[in-house]
């Protein structure tokens, strides 16, 4: 369907374009942010936009290598979610025990989109439509919860 080049090309093109879409909006907080890499300050923990052929998602990753640490702070969010579902206006996917394709075990809270073809120009408003309010507002959400995990650094 594409090749190695064309999916790389694509990809990165969809994100410069996200990225640059998203340059002009300010954090919660009112101060320019890395949108597409964004930084919780809290290491092992991480907003990640995903998309590819099939699907597209956002979400709450927690990588933690350590199961035990990594279930107190699923529990923290868990703690928030109130919080996270009047923030984002929507609920979201709980899954406490995932494992990425490179078979390291996560936790995470996300929206998915599906279908969507992030290699499909056609389908980039509708995938920057999905992005954009769910970072803006994990953004929101992250500026009052960071503190519940101020015990938990």
Do not use: C
Not at 10 to 38: H, K
């Amino acid at each position: 369907m594409y090749s190695k080049t064309e999916v790389t090309q694509l990809r990165q093109a969809f994100w410069t374009t996200f990225g640059q879409y998203m340059q002009p909006v300010p954090s919660a907080e009112g101060v320019p942010t890395n949108w597409i890499n964004y930084k919780t300050g809290l290491k092992h923990v991480y907003f990640r936009m995903q998309a590819d052929n099939r699907h597209a998602t956002i979400g709450i990753e927690l990588t933690h290598p350590d199961a035990g640490i990594r279930e107190l702070f699923f529990e923290q969010f868990q703690q928030l979610r109130n919080m996270l579902n009047e923030t984002t206006d929507e609920a979201w996917v709980w899954e406490a025990d995932g494992v990425d394709a490179n078979g390291q075990p996560y936790s995470r809270i996300y929206q998915e989109l599906r279908p969507i073809n992030l290699f499909n120009r056609e389908d980039w408003p509708q995938l920057i439509s999905f992005f954009k309010p769910r970072i803006m507002a994990l953004d929101e959400f992250w500026s009052s919860a960071q503190y519940a995990f101020d015990e938990l650094r």
